[in-house]
Antibody, heavy 117, light 110 residues
Framework: EVHLVESGGGLLQPGGSLRLSCAVS????????MSWARQAAGKGLEWVSA???????FYADSVRGRFTISRDNSNNALYLQMNSLRAEDTALYYC???????????WGQGTPVTVSS | QSALTQPPSASGSPGQSVTISCTGT?????????VSWYQQHPGKAPKLIIY???KRPSGVPDRFSGSKSGNTASLTVSGLQAEDEADYYC??????????FGGGTKLTVL
């Protein structure tokens, strides 16, 4: 059975940094297409970043240059390093496994990030 | 503004059928078979219910079906049940190694 468990969310001020973690079981992160998506309260879903098995990374225009996606093969975990955070980054952040065509078949339960002064 | 357009709300009575549309452009529906649908109950993570336009993951009831015509994809929920009340999001591959979601449709079972 596949499980994705996010952690690391919190409340911080604009300009701050945070690292989100996604502990994965049941699949191998290094062999999977992995992603982060987010959802602001009462709003829709938005792709944030993706990491392919070959190491290629992709980012939404709104976070490129501020966020970094990475993985730890030994711990079978996915990460999202978020720097220079803005109020508009406030959202519930989900870790998800991608299959063909940017379809996410497994999702975590999400971890909340609030950026506020 | 979402690249995929969905109606904000839809409703139906138990036992009825309801269809939710998802309209894109030739650029984001160009990879025509990569349309997906997600169900999200309040406070829960999204759940994949349709992929590649019309395929259902294991365990998803066949009351859920998907189709596509031109730049509009559709999700039909037949035999509505109370537990189908949720938000529904479409998703598509846009090319250039990226995807997009619709703005979501809140389905109410009357």
């Amino acid at each position: 059975e596949v499980h994705l468990v996010e952690s690391g969310g919190g409340l911080l001020q604009p300009g701050g940094s945070l690292r989100l973690s996604c502990a994965v079981s049941g699949i191998t992160v290094s062999n999977s297409y992995m992603s982060w998506a987010r959802q602001a309260a009462g709003k829709g879903l938005e792709w944030v970043s993706a990491l392919y098995p070959d190491g290629r990374t992709f980012y939404a225009d709104s976070v490129r240059g501020r966020f970094t996606i990475s993985r730890d093969n030994s711990n079978n975990a996915l990460y999202l390093q978020m720097n220079s955070l803005r109020a508009e980054d406030t959202a519930l952040y989900y870790c998800a496994r991608l299959i063909a065509g940017y379809t996410a078949d497994y999702w975590g339960q999400g971890t909340p990030v609030t950026v506020s002064s | 503004q979402s690249a995929l357009t969905q109606p904000p709300s839809a409703s139906g009575s138990p036992g009825q059928s309801v269809t939710i549309s998802c309209t894109g452009t030739s650029s984001n529906f160009g990879f025509y078979k990569y349309v997906s649908w997600y169900q999200q109950h309040p406070g829960k993570a999204p759940k994949l219910i349709i992929y590649e336009v019309s395929k259902r993951p294991s365990g998803v009831p066949d009351r859920f079906s998907g189709s596509k015509s031109g730049n509009t994809a559709s999700l039909t929920v037949s035999g509505l049940q109370a537990e189908d009340e949720a938000d529904y999001y479409c998703g598509s591959y846009t090319g250039n190694e990226w995807g997009v979601f619709g703005g979501g449709t809140k389905l109410t079972v009357l």
